[in-house]
């Protein structure tokens, strides 16, 4: 099964200040199968990851667990970890 993965962007509210979120959105058959929100603060790195997520054809569950392993990484690299198959 093959997936898109498409940066989402969303306004977070915090103490009356706006900031500026991207997320992923994952789509299969025109209809998103998964939304995560507020996973990046900037949009070239939500589009990197997506990209990559797109290489991978990560499953739509993995998305978190993945942001959140590439945003713990010391390095920041855009790889994955035992998170395809």
Known sequence: MRYIYNVRKDILKIDEENHTVYGIDVIHNSAVVKSAGNLFCDRETAESFAKLCGNENLSPEKIEP????????????????DMCG
Not at 71 to 76: F, N, V
């Open 66 to 81: 993945a942001a959140a392993e590439i945003l713990d990484s010391p390095e920041k690299s855009f790889r994955f970890t």
